[in-house]
């Protein structure tokens, strides 16, 4: 092999890892959201030809997953060899017909003469394991079910689709192949569990980082109490440039482990790194501020909380799937088979960048930690902030927020200080059935935003 054949190869090997977290295919050892029936199970699960997802009582394995594109969706399937996953081919069913003119024709009929008593369907439980033996597929099966159904034609369109989604849970479950971007992740897990992620909602997230000015190049100071959430998405949208500093008080650091989910090239783990308030602070600081900080440490210790309890540094480089797995079997984000583990990222930052944010200052602070006293928190961090630097602030709870403001207006540290509750409404459009969505969420959190001013 010649010299610049090797050189061309250890280039390609260099940006292999980066080629890959832009890459809209899937590949070995990356994660992924598999969305199970329409959200009815939510699965977090690292590829790879040895790993098994459990749908239902059967164990499928994720190697048809592997090199297939993001958005693809797969259908449990049964052979002489076991259940396997293959790609769905789509059935849509149509609620409404056209007519000539472009209007839309409405069913009219009705359900008013059904009468459930178990006594419409032909097809009995061993008719159905006897078609499975033959080799019939779920949609035959489900076909087969609407054939001996002697209410299914009496039915409305919308009666009909229902019963069929119905069945296709059943005999035919769906799996979609979902990117775990900052949005699919966060809406994972406030659906699944938010407590984890301090119940913040994806609205709340997302203006978090714009009034924050998450942009390129920005150096991000980021007090993240919800499990590396609000440190996985500034990263993501940094997209390898600028620092990301995921700062802490005391000696233990935050769990970050939702970080290892974001698929994040090593270019961008290298931008996230871990440092403690002590070391930011100047030396010049009074004794009575270090006492404010040894107090504020023993409330983060003595929290039961599980997110801010302290932790081993051997056990935050742990793999993704063994915290989730330490979530209980009663939690419906569920991990897939342990499998590989996830680009390491939160390195000790080195003393030189460390000067050199005490020198020209942070260009953002974005702080999550409802377990600590707000106004404290941002008194200390305010002077770590270059002048004029935006900064925003989330907490469950109002009164927190509404005390630093009043703080923040008594001291004249800031101005364009916003106090908003962020309020989002999501809506069900489908022809003559748009209306809002029966069950979502009536609270998100509240936000304190504004701009450092120079003392």
Not at 107 to 117: H, K, T, Y
Not at 135 to 153: D, H, M, P, V, Y
Not at 365 to 382: G, N, Q
């Amino acid at each position: 092999m010649s010299s610049s054949e090797k050189m061309k190869n250890d280039d390609n090997g260099d940006s292999n890892s980066n080629s890959k977290s832009s890459s809209r295919i899937t590949w070995e050892g990356c994660s992924v959201l598999l969305d199970i029936n329409d959200s009815d199970r939510l699965v977090f699960a690292r590829l790879s030809p040895s790993a098994k997802l459990k749908i239902g009582n059967k164990n499928c394995s994720l190697q048809p997953l592997i090199g297939c594109p993001f958005g693809t969706v797969f259908q449990v399937e049964t052979s002489p060899n076991g259940p396997f996953l293959c790609p769905s081919q789509g059935n849509v069913s149509n609620n409404t017909e056209e007519t000539g003119d472009g209007q839309i024709n409405v069913d009219s009929r009705d359900n008013r003469a059904l009468v459930d008593n178990n006594s419409a369907q032909t097809l009995t439980g061993d008719d159905i394991e006897a078609m499975r033996r033959q080799g019939a597929g779920g949609n035959e099966i489900i076909e087969a079910l609407i054939a001996n159904s002697a209410t299914f034609e009496k039915k409305t369109s919308f009666s009909q689709e229902k019963y069929r989604l119905k069945k296709q849970k059943k005999y035919a479950p769906k799996v979609l192949i979902r990117r775990p971007v900052a949005r699919s992740i966060c809406e994972a897990y406030f659906k699944k569990y938010p407590s984890k992620i301090g119940f913040m909602r994806v609205d709340t997230l997302s203006l978090l980082l714009s009034m924050a000015n998450v942009s390129s190049d920005s150096d991000i100071l980021v007090v993240d109490m919800v499990g590396g959430l609000l440190t996985g998405a500034v990263a993501e949208r940094l997209g390898g440039t600028g620092y990301v500093c995921n700062s802490y008080l005391g000696q233990a650091p935050h769990t970050m482990d939702i970080v290892r989910i974001f698929n994040l090239s090593d270019e961008i783990c290298k931008r996230i790194l871990r440092c403690p308030l002590s070391d930011l602070l100047s030396q010049k600081e009074s004794p009575e501020q270090n006492l404010q900080h040894n107090d504020v440490s023993n409330v983060e210790c003595q929290s039961n909380d599980p997110i801010c309890a302290p932790v081993n540094m051997e056990e935050i480089s742990q793999s993704l799937e063994n915290e989730i797995s330490n979530l209980g079997a009663d939690n419906a984000i569920t991990p897939a088979t342990k499998v590989g583990k996830a680009t390491k990222a939160g390195d000790k930052a080195p003393q030189e960048i460390i000067d050199l944010w005490k020198e020209n200052g942070f260009s953002s602070l974005i702080i999550a930690a409802p377990e600590l006293d707000t106004w404290t928190l941002v008194r200390d961090l305010f002077p770590l902030l270059s002048n004029s630097a935006p900064f925003a602030i989330y907490h469950q709870h109002l009164q927190p927020l509404a005390t630093c403001m009043h703080n923040l207006q008594l001291e004249k540290m800031a101005v364009g200080l916003q106090l908003s509750e962020p309020w989002l409404r999501e809506y069900q459009v489908l022809p003559s059935r748009t209306h809002p969505c029966m069950q979502m969420s009536a609270f998100g959190g509240y936000i304190l935003s504004g701009t450092k001013i120079c003392e």
